[in-house]
């Protein structure tokens, strides 16, 4: 099974895909932290992307496609991906369709989940994630049981450089711009599904998991 999720930023793409993937035996790949790993090793690819992801512009096409694809290519996609910040362009959804048609294989649900702008701010500004793991928390509605230190792993909590309030504003406002057509596109091939996320972490998920039981 090949998933989508999309959501603008701080809508729980990344909470919501940890509970599915380990659900449903998928690999999660989230570009984002693919390149927030670049950048910290700073590779090529990272040192190419760093100005776009620390403005919260989208790093462009050429690069994230080309990496997504490189990630797609690994023995452990064999069985189905869960893909979470992909495709965020028109663009990166017809790469991403025309890489699975070639596997034979295809997208199989796509879901959007839906916060207010107002919601995804609060959100965002509370987040706090695991240096070491990546778990997500944030600092009211789901806080760790010790400040600054990750229940599962014991890492160091920190906020994420692109949750400053300001680059939060730009990266609202382009993926807005880009989401209408990821929608329309994927209406057009019946396979979006809309999710009102607006409501507790777990209420979202069974929604969720109902959703793509039906396909
Ligand atoms: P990325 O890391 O993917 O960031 P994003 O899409 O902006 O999404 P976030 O990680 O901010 O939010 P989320 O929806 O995962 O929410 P979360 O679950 O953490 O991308 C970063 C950057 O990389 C981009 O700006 C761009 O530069 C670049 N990039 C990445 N992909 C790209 C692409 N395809 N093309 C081009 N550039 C790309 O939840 C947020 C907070 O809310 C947490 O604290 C959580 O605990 C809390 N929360 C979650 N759900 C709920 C709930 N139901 N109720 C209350 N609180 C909740």
Do not use: W
């Amino acid at each position: 099974m090949n998933i989508v999720l999309l959501g603008l930023p701080g809508a729980g793409k990344g909470t919501q895909a940890a509970r599915i993937a380990e659900n449903k035996g998928l690999v999660k790949i989230n570009t984002g932290d693919l390149f927030r790993d670049n950048i910290r090793r700073e590779t090529e690819l990272g040192l190419k992307a760093k100005p776009y992801y620390e403005s919260g512009g989208l790093v462009p096409d050429e690069i994230t496609i080309g990496m997504l694809l490189s990630r797609l290519d690994a023995p452990d996609c064999g069985s189905g991906c869960l893909f979470d910040g992909f495709p965020r362009t028109l663009a990166q959804a017809k790469a991403l369709d025309t890489a699975l048609n070639s596997k034979a294989v295809e997208i199989d649900s796509v879901v959007y989940i839906e916060v207010p702008e107002k919601e995804l701010i609060a959100r965002i500004s509370g987040r706090r994630s695991c240096r070491r793991c990546g778990a997500v928390y944030h600092e009211v509605t789901s806080p760790p049981e010790q400040v600054g230190v990750c229940d599962r792993c014991r890492g160091e909590l920190y906020q994420r450089e692109d949750d400053k309030e300001e680059v939060v504003r730009n990266r609202l406002l382009v993926n807005q711009e880009q989401l209408q057509q990821l929608l329309a596109y994927y209406r057009k091939q019946g396979k979006l599904e809309i999710i009102d996320g607006d409501r507790d972490v777990e209420s979202v998920n069974r929604d969720l998991m109902q959703g793509l039981e039906r396909r």
